[in-house]
């Protein structure tokens, strides 16, 4: 029964967190054309973000977005076994996830141009999905020399959010963004050990 309740939450949560209108989930994401990733181009970062953990409801997505002190950005909208690759100018970022009530969580990067990165979206039970960089060496489980890695990447496939999406986002952004704020002060309230564990350094690029 709690776990039904808590599903039954994060669907409602998804489906309309703010006044506007909801959409069925299945509307606001599409598999990608993209099947393999081409190099990236010599003036922008790479960031490849992957979700391997199935979900109670595999339809229900992940809204991605790129945090700017002006006007955030819809990345993508990512669902249960996704991924989704995004071209970013070098220098600093920082990254969010949004999954309605269930959570909202905050990642710094900074990023070289020419470089591909990679992203885990990573479901915590109840809390929604933390973004935690894969490092390119070192024996974290959040690194390429984890024995997962490969099955995080063959396991997911490409999608891109709809046009569907960022209407959706217009309709819901104040909600959004009150969300944002509260993750914001819980980011701005940690270590800077923890902030630098929740960061994507420069050098976390990885080759293929």
Known sequence: MKLQAIVVAAMLALTGC????????QLLYAASPVTTLAPPPADKAQVVFVMPKNLFVTGMAVELYDVNASENTLLSMVPSFG????LMAPGRHQFMTHFGQAGTHI??????????????????YGGGFQLRPIRASGSSD???TNKSFPSWLS????????????IWYAANKTGVMKDQAAALAVWNKKSPEQRAELTLNANDAIAE
């Open 18 to 25: 703010a006044s506007g209108p909801s959409q069925p989930q």
């Open 83 to 86: 991924k989704t690759v995004h």
């Open 107 to 124: 990642m710094d990067a900074d990023l070289v141009a020419g470089k591909r990165y990679y992203v885990l979206m990573r479901f915590i």
């Open 142 to 144: 959040y690194a390429v």
């Open 155 to 166: 396991s997911t496939h490409f999608v891109s959010k709809t046009p569907a999406a960022d």
